[in-house]
């Protein structure tokens, strides 16, 4: 594979996700609920990725390395996109969309749209990371793809409890008007984001050939960089952040101030962090 060659498959991955994030928002305005749109995110990424890899081969790469990365990803699909699913149906439309939706006016429907190419553009590097894990043409599986496909498994089983134990508080009679700082909860306000985060790391691991031979696997690195500034910085935290302390007020600042907002960690350690 050539810099050209990279650059080819990265048009061809922005062209097709441009095109899933389109019929995205026309769900989205059809429908009124914003939702939809994470769900066509999650199922368009793995899909553009699985099918990115089955179709453009290299001149080597290891068979079972390419199933098992292509496995993961539809897995990471699967599982996030089907909770987007249920959580969607229950709701009458996303807050952080909504939130935009409200502050754009008039503008909504224009700057929405490009608001999810924007998204489909900044998904290139997901898709990647998992195209070029899958071409790693080292031999045989190494020790650094054990730890990758444990990660792997870390940040899924992860965010699956964090969404669970979540739901479960939902469901409780007391939880009207409470803030769900159990369990994972109470080590990050978001443990879900950093468990999300966190299996994104697994793609480098599995891309890079430390032996040598596949240079290109060093790009997957983009992919956890861009996701973490995502989550933190664009459109993860902070417009969640500010709708829970719009509903919530001295509550959810309460919160704040007594747990981490992205990495888990204990009450003490993080307070006492803070007060340092």
């Known amino acids: 594979m050539s810099w050209l060659s990279l650059l080819h498959l990265?048009?061809?991955?922005?062209?097709?996700?441009?095109?899933?994030?389109?019929?995205?928002?026309?769900?989205?305005?059809?429908?009124?609920?914003?939702?939809?749109?994470?769900?066509?995110?999650?199922?368009?990424?793995?899909?553009?990725?699985?099918?990115?890899?089955?179709?453009?081969?290299?001149a080597e790469f290891n068979g079972v390395?390419?199933?098992?990365?292509?496995s993961m990803a539809a897995v990471w699909a699967l599982r996030l996109g089907g909770y987007i699913?249920?959580?969607t149906r229950d709701i009458a439309d996303d807050p952080r969309y909504a939130k935009l939706s409200t502050d754009w006016g008039a503008r909504a429907p224009f700057n929405m749209f490009w608001l999810l190419q924007f998204q489909a553009l900044a998904s290139v590097p997901l898709c990647l990371a998992i195209v070029l894990a899958a071409f790693n043409p080292a031999s045989t599986l190494t020790i650094m793809d054990v730890f990758g496909v444990l990660l792997f498994v870390a940040g899924i089983s992860g965010s699956a409890i964090a969404d669970q134990?979540?739901?479960?508080?939902?469901?409780?009679?007391?939880?009207?008007?409470?803030?769900?700082?159990?369990?994972?909860?109470?080590?990050?306000r978001h443990p879900n984001y950093f468990f999300e985060w966190l299996a994104w790391c697994a793609y480098p691991l599995l891309a890079v050939s430390f032996a040598g031979g596949w240079p290109w696997g060093w790009v997957a690195f983009a992919a956890p960089i861009l996701m973490y500034v995502l989550l933190n910085s664009v459109s993860g935290i902070p417009p969640l952040e500010?709708?829970?302390?719009?509903?919530?007020?001295?509550?959810?600042?309460?919160?704040?101030?007594?747990?981490?907002a992205f990495f888990p960690i204990p009450a003490s350690n993080f307070e006492k962090g803070q007060t340092e």
């Not at 500010?242 to 981490?260: C, I, V, W």
């Open 65 to 70: 390395r390419f199933l098992l990365v292509i």
């Open 165 to 188: 134990q979540l739901r479960h508080f939902k469901g409780r009679p007391d939880a009207s008007g409470q803030i769900c700082d159990v369990g994972l909860w109470s080590l990050s």
């Open 10 to 58: 990265s048009f061809l991955i922005w062209l097709t996700l441009t095109a899933v994030m389109a019929f995205a928002w026309l769900v989205q305005q059809r429908s009124g609920n914003s939702g939809w749109v994470d769900v066509f995110w999650t199922f368009g990424v793995a899909f553009v990725a699985i099918a990115t890899a089955m179709v453009w081969q290299v």
């Open 85 to 87: 699913v249920m959580r």
């Open 242 to 260: 500010a709708h829970m302390t719009a509903k919530y007020g001295e509550q959810y600042l309460s919160y704040q101030r007594r747990t981490s």
